[in-house]
């Protein structure tokens, strides 16, 4: 119940999403963890080497996702899915692998993995991995209690993904398109929470859009104040 308050805490206060890498080889680690700060879709990326240093991690902090890739070390990949889901920890987990057979993924599933990548993956999977469970997740986070039409969006839950990105920085122009072709119809300033909900991207995807959007020129910001609470960033399409 710790943990699951302070994703609470971290919800109502608005921060971003937090990404836990377990991996048994530094280097493929790092790789990951690199990759990942350049989606722009997490406020930090941490990595653990082995079973016993993740478990001490997600038992102390509060991370939102897992990529787990422990190798050929199959029972450590196990084991860490046993004990995550024992010790009740709510988080999403990408799990990587070259283990291909039905009985090992399917046992990977049965322990509540929310994606499968097999070994050689590609850079478009991973993000695209990444991408669905941080929107998933946020979708989640957003509850204490949920209907059943909430529940069913969360799992339905897609996000307008494309083959190409920019420079490798996490940005999709196929999507970056998209998200202006919506914005340049704004006549009146918005804020990403409401585009998300008009385009079905996450927030933090749109807000990842949207800032490359205000360092680009297309959009203008700024703070809206309200009696209480942090400002609101709104922004304003200006590009002609």
Known sequence: ???????????????????LVVSDIEASAEEKAQFLHELHLFSSVVSASTAEQAITKLKKYAYDIVVLDLGPTK?????????IRAEKIFVCVIMISEDNSL????????YGVSDFLLKPSTCKRFSEAAMRAVSKRECLLQYQTMTQDEIDACIALNIHIAPNTDKGKGICNETFNFVKSVVSRKTTSFTAAEIAAETNLSRITIRKYLERMSETGVLDTELEYGEVGRPQKRYLYVEK
Do not use: D, T
Request: aromatic share 6%; charged share 25%; net charge positive.
């Open 1 to 19: 119940m710790v943990i699951m308050n302070i994703h609470i805490k971290r919800r109502a206060e608005g921060l971003a999403m937090k990404c």
């Open 75 to 83: 029972n450590e990949n196990m084991q860490l899915l046993r004990q």
């Open 103 to 110: 009985e090992y993924i399917s046992e990977a599933f049965s």
